[in-house]
Structure formats: C-alpha cells, structure tokens
C-alpha cells in the first residue's frame, strides 16, 4: 500500500505535466511547419515596362533576405533586444529569472509586469498571439525551443526583422526605413539603424516628433550596447550618437495612375487565389504574389487626362450643385475635414472648409492646416435652381473644391456627368489603359466593365458587317427613307426615323449609310439581312446575348465598354479572336510563374541558336468571330467615318484611323470607339441615372473630341501604318457617292474625292461601269493606262 503511494505520489505529478504540456502544445506548429513557414507579404503590381505601380497591403511590410540585410542592421537589434541571441537555445533563463524578481517586487504595484523575451521568443509571439498570460508565455517557450530545432540562427534573425512592427504601419526593417527615413536599409546611417532598433517595444514610446527626446536617448543607450558588444568602436558611437534624428513626415504610400485598372486587377487576383493568408499560400494580402499588368503608363495618364478634361468641359456649363458635404467649423476642424471623401480628380485640386463668411469672400481651411480666402469673384457660378451665386449661399462648414489661380483659390466642382474608357492593343487583347469614372478614390463604381448602356450607333458596324456577310457590299444601293415594320398585334405598327429626324437623302451607298449614321439605312438592312444572324454575330463577338428585335440594330441592347471595345479589337484584328486581359503572368513570393495569360506552347523559342530552318512560331489555333474579308471591309467603311462622317473631329491626327460614334436616345450616353491597327480604345459619357445630355451631345462632338485628346499623347511615338488588307480582297475603284465600278479615273488623296478604292469580296464588285473619257485623270507625261501602273506611282492604296 506504501509503495502504490509513493508510485502515485511519483506518477502524478508527472501526469499532471504531460497534460499541462499536452494541452500547451495544442495547435502549435511543429518543427516541419515551422521550417516551411514564411511571412505574410503584400503582392507587388508592376505596369507594362515591370516598373513597380503599387502593392497590395494591409501591413506595410517588404521582405529583405538575411544575406543582404546590413550586418551593423542586425547588430543593432540584437544589441538593444537580445545580445545572447547567438549563445542561447531560444529562452534566456538568467533574464527570466530576473524578470520574475521584478515582477515579484511589483506585485503590488500599478505597474505592467515585464518580460524576458528573446528574438527567438518574439518571434513565436507573432505565432501565438499577444495576450498577457503566463499560459501564453509557456506555449511561447514551447514553440521558441520548436524554432531554434527547426531553423538556423540566421533564419530566425531573417523572420524577425521581416516580421516585427516598427510603426507608421510598418512591419520588417524595410518598410519601416522607407517609413522614417525615406530610403532603403542599405542606405541607413548607423544611427538610423540604432533608431529603428528601439522601435519594437513601443514604436509609439519613442516616436521621432512627439517623443524626440526619449527617442534620441534611448538610440544612443543601443548605440552605447552597441560599443560594449565590440560591434563599433569609441569614435563611430560618438559620431552616431552627434547625429540629428533626421526622419521624414509620416504619410501614406504613394498612389499611382490606374486606380480603376489597378483594382480591377485586384478583384481577379482574389477571385483567383484568395484575400488573406487563410486562402492559400498565394494570396492577394498574404502571398507576396509579383503580378506583371499590361498597364501602359503613358496610355493611362492620357486617358486620364482626357476623361477628366471632357467632364469637366461638360460641367463647366453646369450650376453649382452644392457642398461635397458640412462639417463642424470649430476647432479640430482640420481632422473632420481629413475624414470626409471628395472625389479630386485632378492633383491641383484640394479640398477645403469654409470656415467664415466676409460679405461673399469665404475664409477656407485646407486639409493641412493651413487657411486662405476664396474670393466672392471666383465662386460666381449659379447656384442651381435660384438666382444666387455660388458664393452667396456658401456657409461655415461646407466641405468644397478648390483650386490655386493666378487670381487666387477658385471654387470647383466634381462632375456630375461620368463615363468609362479602355484602351486595347489589337494584336493580343492586352488592356493597356482604363479609366472608369472621374476618381477612383471616391467613386469606387468602375464604369468601363460594371456600367452596362446602351451603345446607340456604335453598334451599327456590326449590323453592317453582318450584312456584307450575307450578300450586301459596301457599293450596295439602300434607300435612306422612311421605313416600318409591323411587330405584333398588341405593339403595333413600328416606323424609324434618323437621328434629329433628319429627312431621308434617298438612295446611297451602304457605305456613305455608315459614314453618315443614318438610322433609317441601317432598320432597312437590318431587316434584310435578319436580326437572327445580326444577334448571333454580336453574341459571337462577345458584345451581348440579345433577343433579334430591330431596335438592337439601332444600339439598343446593353453592353459594357470593355466589352465593345474588344470587339471592335476582334475587328481590327481580321476577325480573330481576342480575351481582353489585364494580367499577363503572375509569380509566387520565389519568382515561380503560376499564372501565364498567353499558355500557347513555342517549340524551339526559346533554342540557343538558329538552325537554319523555319522560324519557330507560337502554337494554337486560331478561332475567327468573323471573316477577315467583312473585318477588313468594315474597317475600311469606317476610315471614311474619320474622313468624311460624324468621326471627322479626328482627321486632324493625320493617321490611318477607323471608328464609329455614337448617340443614344435622349441623348443620353455619347460614344467612340475607334482606332489603329494597333490600338483600339473606346469610351462613353453620360450619367449614372441615365437623362438627358442636352439636344447639343453628340458622340461626334462630346466623345470624339476626348478620344483626339487622348489620341494626340498616346499615339504620337505610335507609327503610322495602314490597315493591312487580308488575302481574298479585291480593291476596286468606285464612284463613291453611286457606287458604281470607274475606270479611268483614280483617287485624288482629299477626304471627299469622287472616286475611291473600295473592298469587295471575289465576284461581288459593281458590274456596271462608267466609262470616263470625262474623267479620266492625266498626267504631266500622259495618261494613266492601268491600275498596276497608277499603284507603282502613289505607292499604294490609300
């Protein structure tokens, strides 16, 4: 009975620790995970060039390799946080030991019990969390001995610094020199490094511009450990310690162009691998993902730049709609003013609070703090719906727009009028530029692939295109003349008419029926042709799935403008097939591709030599939307739009240019989209609540006018080549007003000659003639005998 005693006096105990330690090591990692483990890392976007435009963070944090974090770095660290960390087996005993006599002494105090955490401990800390408990405290010392088991001493100092918060919403030394200091860890004096070794304990404690003092002291305390470790000597602690602490103002990270573009990626990269950490090892906030983007800088800026300007030219005749919103004009007002949202679009506009009233002058407060008067003279536009000016209904406390003039602060609005834009190369479908609204950083709605309107005469070259599919040319004779069609017996009977009803001009060409946007034209071949096959060929070009009604012909069925705009790309592109695609490769935190958008194989791409056969090419098969022979003739139709129709607001680009405008109903949305062989763009105007634009907004006079804006910045480096003509097209000349075959007279090069070259499919050119001792064309050495001749002397066809 004795011995059963003394066994369970033994047993017990030793029980009782087993569970203790079972239950403490619950959930912890092992020794394999551990060595497996990697942090947290924001994911990296570069543009089309692979320059850095942003990163996807909730933790500013930028991992740094052992091998190349600054050894004085490291030595400051350890200095000021564990100077054995190179002796100890991840717990330091003798300073717990001293902690607890510490603690003991202030039992019965107000003040915080103290630790005795190694690096190694602080390190298992991030992993079990922060709570102040000597339960967290053994699972803590469990997991530091799992660490110093599964990692080397180098790659516990490589977690640490990478993972520790230093402040100013920096985690890991990187972020936190670019947060102080405003340059990478490389480039940190000793005394900078000194500094941001302080910062773990308590970043707010020794903030460089509240706590100066405490902070200044404390740097030189490490710089001092630093000296007695034989890490520096005498006369580098006294240079360091002489050093002014020279940290930059904190503030938020940059942003960039492409706000829209930019967080359109975002949400295909979490619909792909997930938020956060829990998602996946290749998370967007968590994964350290490096995303290559077809962002072209110069591109988006442009389009930016002309987007913003054409609403602003809209809403320049607009009244003044009223503050962006009212605060509390007493004191703190500069942080309630740094809390409301304004959409600024511009950097030189700012906003501000009136903070008082002199007659119609306001005194403004501007979000840094400091003040200025808005003078009564530039806040004169009228209040809507009274007779009062802007100036005179201001009051204290409304948030407003402003921007610097020569004649002082001058009041500005955000446009109510929005729009989208996207900008694709032909070739790829790789989406170069994207603006979807005014500012992204108050109007998160992106309007280029969200906003679902109505094309309106943007969509008739898909009409026409299926058309010439199905029989009709280009040179086809269509009346331009009141047409009606009977739907149902409950609708009716349902008669067109032109835009502005416009009287009929009679019989023409299919093509001057395009050129013109003639609606009454375009019913007339709709009908011809079946709105099946026109429905179907706008389904196959991915613009919409719509039922075969003729109000679709005329733009009436909803679409997006990265939608359309593709097609018109498809188009451009001889009738290929095309995926608009923002990305186009993305790697793991390794450098590891895990995304590829182009997956064709290339057998011998990638040889280290030539092997004197064919060159190797891209493998795939090519799927048509349309036959290159319509793509081409459509294209061509729409050169004239630029030339001689509703797009010429764009001849002056003086390039090879084909496009299509367009106004819907109301109208409501103005449109263009157009472009080179190489790039296509698109983009619309109207309001997020459709209404009227006013009788004067034209897609030729509204839209077009900010594509030539963008046009003349994009494209001035672009070169200016013609629209490639596909096997099987035959060029013939024609008169261009009846559309009848010419012979004997050739173009003459203006915008409007009487004669043109026109595409036609084999055997589908005019058969009547017209022959022109009348109008045939001479030279100063004779006349022009023969097609072959006339092309080797203008060099081509234009």
Known sequence: MKRLRLLLLILLPLLLAGGLYWQATTGLPDEAELAAFSPALPSTVRDVNGVVVTSYSRERRIFVPYAELPPRLVQAFISAEDKTFFEHDGIDWVGIAGAVVTNVQSLFSDRRPVGASTITQQVAKSLVGNEVSLWRK?????????????????????????????GRNAYGVEAAAQAYFGKSVEALALSDMAYLAILPKAPSTYDPVRQRDRALAR???????????????????????STDLATVPN???????????????RRTLIARYGDAADDGPNSVYGGGLWVRTSLDPAMQAAAEAAMRDGMTRYESQRAWRGPAGTIDAGPGWQNRLSGVAVALGYPRWVKAVVLAKTGNDSQIGLSDGSTGTLPGRNAAKPYRATQR???????????????????????????????????????????????????????????????????????????????????????SIIVDGPYCVFQTKLLGTKCFRNFGNMRGAGAQTLRWGLEQSRNLMTVRVADAT????????????????????????????????????????????????????????????????????????CPGCNAPDWTGGAMPRP??????????????????????????????????????????????????????????????????????????LGGYAQGGTTAAPIWRQWGETALKDWPKRPFAIPPGVRMVRIDRRSGQRVFGMWPDGGPRPAVIWEAFKPESEPRRTQRAEDVMVRRSSGRIRSDAEFLEQAGGIY
């Open 138 to 166: 053994l699972r803590e010392a469990i997991l530091a001995r799992r660490l110093e088991a599964a990692l080397t001493k180098q790659q516990i100092l490589e977690l640490y610094l990478n993972q520790i918060f230093l």
């Open 219 to 241: 740097r030189d305390y490490v710089l001092r450990q630093m000296q007695a470790n034989g890490y520096i000597g005498a006369d580098e602690r006294a240079s360091a310690a």
């Open 251 to 265: 503030r938020a990270i940059a942003r960039g162009r492409g706000d829209y573009f930019i967080e359109d990626v």
């Open 389 to 475: 000016s802007a100036a005179q209904v201001l009051r204290p406390g409304d948030v407003i727009i402003v921007t610097r003039t020569p004649s002082g602060w001058a009041l500005r609005q955000t446009p109510e009028i929005s729009g989208g834009m996207v900008v694709e190369e032909v070739a790829t479908g790789r989406i170069r530029a994207m603006v979807g609204g005014f500012d992204a950083r108050a109007q998160a709605f992106n309007r280029a692939t969200q906003a679902n309107r109505q094309p309106g005469s943007t969509f008739k070259p898909i009409v026409y295109a299926t058309a010439m599919d199905n029989g009709f040319t280009p040179a």
């Open 530 to 601: 079946g709105m099946d096959r026109i429905a179907a060929q706008a389904k196959a070009l991915g613009i919409g799935d719509y039922q075969p009604v003729l109000s679709i012909a005329l733009g009436a069925g909803e679409t997006t403008v990265l939608k359309l705009t593709n097609a018109y790309a498809q188009i451009f592109n001889q009738g290929r097939s095309l995926e608009p695609g923002l990305i186009d490769y993305v790697q793991d935190r390794r450098g590891k591709v895990i995304w590829r958008r182009d997956t064709r194989g």
């Open 619 to 692: 493998q795939g098969r090519i799927v048509q939307t349309i036959d290159a022979r319509t793509a081409y003739q459509i294209v061509h139709v729409m050169e004239g739009v630029i030339q001689r129709g509703t797009g010429t607001a764009l001849a002056v680009l003086n390039r090879p240019l084909a496009g299509k405008t367009g106004t819907t109903n109301g109208p409501n949305d103005v449109w263009f989209v157009g472009g080179t062989p190489d790039i296509v763009a698109g983009l619309y105007l109207g309001y997020d609540q459709p209404r009227s």
